[in-house]
């Protein structure tokens, strides 16, 4: 996935918005959140089945931190 945005924040590198940035990362976490679904689906290996829960709640944080990132985003453009 490569870094996160407070790394690209820390280093000063700003070639889109912040609001761009997260709704590409929420876009791109939904669509790692699909296929882990299809995966969990798909496998029935216990262990496998494991991996992909832990993958899924794994993306499930993250796309619950990057919309609380959005609100933020939201509540400091309004005022």
Same mark, same amino acid.
């Given at each position: 996935?490569?870094?996160?945005?407070?790394?690209?924040?820390?280093?000063?590198?700003? %070639?889109?918005?912040?609001?761009?940035?997260?709704?590409?990362?929420?876009?791109?976490?939904?669509?790692?959140? $699909?296929? /882990?679904?299809?995966?969990?689906?798909?496998? $029935?290996? %216990?262990?496998?089945?494991?991996?992909?829960?832990?993958?899924?709640?794994?993306?499930?944080?993250?796309?619950?931190?990057?919309?609380?990132? /959005?609100?933020?985003?939201?509540?400091?453009?309004?005022?």
């Amino acid at each position: 996935m490569g870094e996160g945005i407070s790394a690209r924040r820390r280093r000063g590198k700003a %070639p889109e918005s912040e609001r761009e940035l997260l709704q590409r990362e929420l876009q791109d976490t939904r669509l790692r959140l $699909s296929q /882990a679904y299809a995966d969990f689906n798909f496998h $029935s290996d %216990p262990d496998l089945v494991d991996a992909c829960v832990y993958t899924i709640n794994a993306l499930r944080s993250r796309y619950s931190y990057l919309v609380r990132q /959005a609100k933020r985003l939201e509540r400091e453009a309004a005022g």
